[in-house]
């Protein structure tokens, strides 16, 4: 059931993607150029539009890292989906899983909360001490993107960077300081970003990224693996079922919403409702 809730929010994202890219740039439709294929600026012939929006959507779900096509050029609904699997970071991937099992003992806890029982997973109880810990966890990751994002447009050094000023400049920032933080690598490009400023800012961002959830997560799993087990009753939220992929999904997102929707609002979104 956690590989069919992260699949389906793959398939959505992948296809909403493919929809807008074949849809040609807004900016260029006044012009006389062709667009019957979709938008073909920084992608291969190649491999067309389409396998490189597939593979924008893979590299930055599965924190591979790698590129067939410069992120930079994107349509802001595209980039914004692709820097949306890096800021959920849930969908596949090794760090993502882990992530995955965060989020399950959040949706678990919320659901206990709602039905008035002991959140319960994997036959042990979650308690106080288990989220206190995922609180942790959840708040580094936002405080890690957001911070940084917001020091390198707040300082001369580091919005001087920025290829192209307005609120495709905030998007190139924010997916670089992203990828830093979950462990993907891959960069927006268009982001003179070879500086001393960008080196030891996106250092540090993937350096805490990288260690502080593991660390809180392995609390986590250690505190957990020193409980006792206790037998499934019909009490039991089961977690194989339809329903809780729809909560898991839908505590995902609103997760997701909460910490990100405003930056997400300032770069891509305004973007696209600009052009």
Do not use: C
């Amino acid at each position: 059931m956690l590989f069919i809730s992260m699949l389906l929010i793959f398939i959505v994202f992948v296809s909403i993607a493919i929809k807008v890219e074949y849809s040609g740039n807004p900016a260029l439709a006044s012009l006389p150029i062709d667009q019957s294929i979709g938008s073909m600026e920084g992608k291969e012939v190649r491999f067309g539009t389409g396998m490189s929006t597939l593979y924008s959507m893979v590299t930055t779900a599965a924190e591979t890292g790698a590129v067939n096509n410069m992120h930079d050029t994107l349509t802001p609904i595209t980039g914004m989906l692709a820097v949306s699997n890096m800021l959920l970071n849930t969908v596949f991937g090794g760090v993502g899983f882990m992530n995955v099992l965060m989020y399950v003992m959040i949706a678990v806890f919320m659901s206990g909360l709602m039905v008035g029982r002991t959140p319960e997973f994997l036959k042990k109880k979650i308690e106080s001490k288990e989220m206190k810990l995922i609180a942790v966890t959840i708040l580094i990751h936002p405080l890690l993107i957001l911070e940084f994002t917001a020091l390198a447009l707040f300082l001369n050094i580091g919005n001087e960077s920025i290829s192209n000023p307005g609120f495709h400049g905030i998007t190139q920032i924010l997916y670089e300081f992203t990828s830093s933080a979950v462990n993907n690598g891959s960069g927006f490009e268009g982001l003179a970003d070879n500086t001393l400023f960008w080196n030891i800012t996106t250092g540090i961002v993937m350096y805490i990224g990288r260690y502080f959830s593991m660390i809180t997560l392995l609390s986590v799993s250690y505190s957990m693996l020193n409980k006792q087990t206790v037998p499934n009753t019909v009490g039991t939220f089961r977690t194989d079922t339809a329903l809780f992929g729809g909560i898991l999904i839908g505590i995902i997102f609103i997760v997701g919403a909460l910490t990100f929707f405003p930056s997400i609002a300032l770069g891509p979104i305004a973007e696209f409702l600009t052009i």
